[in-house]
């Protein structure tokens, strides 16, 4: 099941227009780990991309300025720099 990062999801909660998505994605991770007594697979990603178009909701970039950030972001001097920072936006943005 594809879910959201947990460092995500709680920077997210108190974001009005993001409430409903991660409610739902709680519920639906919640349902899924019953319906398969806890041996699901679940896949938390903090950075969505596809399509080709941005949205807020769901929350996704396009793939192309996916794609360059993904990059971006795998690079070492951006690995070696989110290693360091101390939780929140910042290094929830650097991680691929």
Known sequence: YITVAPEVKEFARDID???GYMEGKSFSRETV???FDGKATLIEPTFIYGGGSFE???PRVASFYGQFIEGLLSSSPIRTLERVL???IIKIALEP
């Open 17 to 19: 227009f993001l409430k």
């Open 56 to 58: 807020l909701n769901p």
């Open 33 to 35: 780990l019953a319906a």
């Open 86 to 88: 101390s939780p929140g």
